[in-house]
Structure formats: structure tokens, C-alpha cells
């Protein structure tokens, strides 16, 4: 069973951020996820760059989430999308006319721009794959030219939206093979999304399906987490993928640190692949509290030998700007 940390800290201070890849490599991890957003690239290649590499040169893979590309994503930050903001035309349009603050993924301007910025991480960093985290479904159903000129039939534009979502999915994981063969794709879904997840555990170009399992941070049960564990597990399985469930160890009070325990061992009876937390992640009322206890918890799980070696540098080409488009 692997473990995945999400590393959402700044690569200002290597020392820094060295000490905490070394301790996040010894709790037995062997991969992280970062997220970058539109516009940090522009401003701190350099920093990228570097704390990617020290990543790797401490064992770990590394996996970049788009934060709010399109604002189709989830981030760390509440930023906007600045490719939504400087191009209006693409945003989703409901059945008033009104605009919301997301691109639709049908405008192939858009598609086009975001593949290219996919080729453009690949290619010029040291990541070793690619993760959507908490794409925006259906909730919409876009009433915007474009769909209604590729599904004319206005009673079928809902199921036309799902069909949409599927396809831009499975076009997104493979420009991500098509740029890098061995690159990992993966998606972690919401709980409420999970009826779609057998047709997403279906794409072809997808490695890994992974949840959420914020219960609390959902206002639901910690009881859930089981059943929301199980449906991702057993989707994955079916269609030769890998699971990955995410254990909320962040957003907590003293009441709902009292149920780690309780929400790792459920989370652990659905035996997934890959277990992912986060790093001394936000708003825990004892942050060093959690995050000790997170180790803990994690060290149940079966552990690989760890080898503290230097990996074979992805070589990485001098940064030169790109089109903001």
C-alpha cells in the first residue's frame, strides 16, 4: 500500500523544504503532490523547479495538481483562473444567460491552451505525472454557443454535459501519454461525484481513481467514509486501476482530531492502493498534534524498505517565458 503526501507549502526556503521532504519520505511515502496555479509559474520558476528536484532527490515522485485551471479544479488558493478572466467568451452560460466564473470545457480554444500548458509542465520540469483534483462536474448545464451548436436537442443537453466531461477527461489524460508515456495520471473525485466514478474508472488514458473522504469538512458522518472508500475501491478494481483515498487530517477541532483513528481504520477496512493525507495542512486547531498523529496512524501500514539514494535527474532544459495567451 503506498502513501501520497500533498505538499501545498512554499518552495521559498530549501533548507526548509528539504527538512520536510526528509520527514515526509521517512513517515514511508514515496510520492507527493504539488499544485500550481496559472499564474505562479510566470513569477517563481526558478523555485518550481528547484523544490521539484529536491522532491526527487530525497525518493519521491512528484505529481502536480492544476489548482483552478479554468477554475474547473480544485486549489489550495482561491485564486481565478486567469485564462477564465482574460477570456469571457469561454465561460459556461446557464439556461438565463448568465455567465459563471468556470470555462466549459467544450470550447476548444480552451482545450487547446490547457493541453499546451500540460505539454509545457512535462516537458520542462521533473514531474512524474499528472492529477485532476476535484474536477467540476455537471452541476451546470451550460447553455453557451457552443453547446448548443454540438447538442441542438435542448432536452438532451444534461446527459450531453456528462458526455462532454467524460470525453474532455479522457482527451486531457491522453495529451498527458502523449506527452510523457510514463507519466501517472490520476483524479480524486468528491463524495457527491461518485456517480460517475465506473465511468471515469473507465478512461483509458487513467491510472489511478482516488476520493476525498472529508467527512467532516461535509458536514456528514465519519461513517461514511467506509461506503465512500468501498464504491472508489471497487470501481478501480473492475476496470484494472489503481484506488487512492484521501484521509482528512486537516479542518480539524479537538472533537474531530478525537476521530483519526476511528476514520483511518474505515478507511483502511476498504483496502485501497494508495493512502494520500496532507502535510501539516490548515485551520487544525493543534497542527502539530495532527500531524504527529497522522504519522502514527500511517506507520500500520506495510512499509517498503526505504533506500535513500539519488534517483536519475529528469533533465531539465533552461526556463524560457511562454505565451500568457
Not at 468556470?102 to 470550447?107: E, F, L
Not at 458526455?163 to 507519466?183: G, M, N
Not at 473507465?202 to 472529508?214: E, I, K, R, S, Y
Request: overall charge negative; some cysteine; proline content about 6%.
Amino acid at each position: 500500500m503506498d502513501i501520497t503526501v500533498a505538499y501545498f507549502h512554499p518552495f521559498l526556503h530549501p533548507e526548509t523544504v528539504k527538512r520536510d521532504f526528509e520527514q515526509i519520505r521517512a513517515m514511508g511515502a514515496n510520492s507527493i503532490v504539488c499544485a500550481i496555479h496559472e499564474q505562479e509559474e510566470q513569477r517563481w520558476s526558478r523555485d518550481l523547479e528547484r523544490g521539484l528536484s529536491q522532491a526527487q532527490d530525497a525518493g519521491l515522485k512528484v505529481y502536480l495538481s492544476l489548482g483552478r485551471f479554468g477554475n474547473l479544479f480544485a486549489g489550495p488558493s482561491l485564486m481565478p483562473s486567469w485564462y477564465t478572466f482574460r477570456h469571457p467568451e469561454s465561460r459556461v452560460k446557464d439556461r438565463h444567460g448568465r455567465s459563471h466564473g468556470i470555462s466549459c470545457y467544450n470550447h476548444e480554444a480552451f482545450r487547446s491552451w490547457l493541453f499546451k500548458e500540460i505539454e509545457y509542465y512535462l516537458s520542462t520540469y521533473p514531474i512524474n505525472g499528472i492529477m485532476l483534483d476535484e474536477p467540476r462536474g455537471p452541476d451546470i448545464t451550460c447553455f453557451c454557443s457552443v453547446c448548443r451548436a454540438l447538442c441542438p436537442d435542448i432536452t438532451d443537453l444534461q446527459n450531453f454535459r456528462r458526455r462532454s466531461l467524460l470525453d474532455f477527461l479522457s482527451e486531457l489524460f491522453s495529451c498527458v501519454k502523449r506527452t510523457d508515456q510514463d507519466a501517472k495520471t490520476s483524479i480524486v473525485l468528491l463524495p457527491q461525484d461518485l456517480g460517475m466514478v465506473d465511468e471515469i474508472a473507465q478512461l483509458p488514458h487513467l491510472d489511478t481513481v482516488g476520493c476525498h473522504l472529508f467527512w467532516q469538512l461535509l458536514d456528514e458522518d465519519v461513517s461514511m467514509v467506509e461506503p465512500w472508500g468501498r464504491t472508489v475501491v471497487e470501481a478501480a478494481r473492475l476496470h484494472n486501476k489503481r484506488s487512492q483515498l484521501w484521509f482528512q487530517n486537516f479542518h480539524l477541532d479537538a472533537e474531530g482530531e478525537q476521530s483519526l483513528d476511528q476514520t483511518f481504520s474505515g478507511l483502511l477496512r476498504c483496502d485501497p492502493d494508495e493512502v494520500a493525507c496532507y502535510y501539516y495542512w490548515r485551520n487544525n486547531v493543534d497542527p502539530e498534534s495532527v500531524w504527529q498523529t497522522t504519522r502514527s496512524l500511517m506507520r500500520r501500514l506495510p512499509r517498503r524498505q526505504l533506500h535513500w539514494q539519488t534517483h536519475p535527474r529528469i533533465p531539465v532544459p533552461n526556463i524560457v517565458g511562454k505565451d500568457e495567451n
